[in-house]
């Protein structure tokens, strides 16, 4: 195991898989730049204990669903490390709303076994842990971000990271579901062989962009159809923090 990646907090199995890009020069050029960042005192989101929280969270050997996100929120006390997520407590952002009224209209009528909590996403509950927990990839394509400047951290090289984690899964892993919302995250998942995964697209939940095609995707129950079809358990989509 390199010194690089002996200190990052993340779980065996991705740091295995993983090894050789914390040695890489973008990688290290990263790091450079991150640390640079922080002697300037300036805030960079999330906290440095929580920029690999999604594969920390959810295992290599665990993934079942992967859902990719751009950059985490640039807004005070919003980014975890987890995509479209927010810590408990925390209004829920304009994406995470339609993506929890997407899941209470598909998931109302749905047959597949999941768990459901009354058929409705409970009111207050923002944060995806539990999600991450049964085995959906929360992964930003962008780890880090400077505050109140979104897309700030683009093109310093977690673009080249997080592309290796998808490439990883691919090759890794079969039967694994890809909800790819938007075309930036079509763009990640292009990689993705759809002979032994199950790639499912449609446009971003932004409000700006949800009512184009995300309202009626009806990509969680479609995602767990997949999922029972191969043995394995699928997704509580109501279980949220």
């Known amino acids: 195991m390199s010194e690089a990646a002996d200190k990052v907090r993340l779980g065996p199995s991705w740091k295995n898989a993983l090894v050789a890009e914390f040695e890489t020069g973008y990688m290290k050029r990263l790091r450079a ?26 295992p ?16 005070p006390g919003q980014a975890h490390g987890l995509c479209f997520s927010v810590p408990p407590g925390v209004p829920a952002p304009p994406s995470l709303v339609n993506i929890f009224q997407e899941i209470n209209v598909d998931m109302a009528d749905d047959d597949v076994p999941c768990g459901r909590n009354g058929g409705t996403v409970p009111a207050g509950r923002t944060c995806l842990a539990p999600w991450a927990r049964q085995g959906v990839l929360l992964l ?9 400047r979104a897309g700030s951290h683009q093109g ?4 080249t990271f997080t592309d290796r984690v998808v490439e990883t899964i691919n090759r890794q892993r079969e039967h694994v579901v890809f909800l790819l ?8 998942g292009a990689v993705v062989d759809s002979n032994r995964h199950f790639v499912l697209t449609a446009p971003h939940p932004s409000p700006l962009s949800a009512h184009r095609g995300f309202f009626g995707c009806r990509h969680f129950s479609r995602a767990n159809a997949y999922l029972v079809e191969h043995d394995i358990l699928p997704i509580n989509w109501f279980d949220v923090a």
Not at 60 to 75: F, N, R, S, T
Not at 140 to 148: E, H, Y
Not at 181 to 188: D, E, L, M, T, V
């Open 33 to 58: 730049f991150l640390v640079q960042e922080k002697q300037a005192r300036r805030a960079v989101y999330p906290r440095g204990d929580r920029i690999f929280a999604a594969l920390d969270a959810t």
């Open 60 to 75: 290599l050997e665990a993934v079942k669903v992967v859902i990719i996100g751009q950059d985490p929120y640039h807004g």
């Open 140 to 148: 930003n394509s962008v780890l880090t971000v400077a505050a109140g």
């Open 156 to 159: 310093r090289g977690w673009e």
């Open 181 to 188: 919302w938007g075309s930036y995250a079509q763009k990640k």
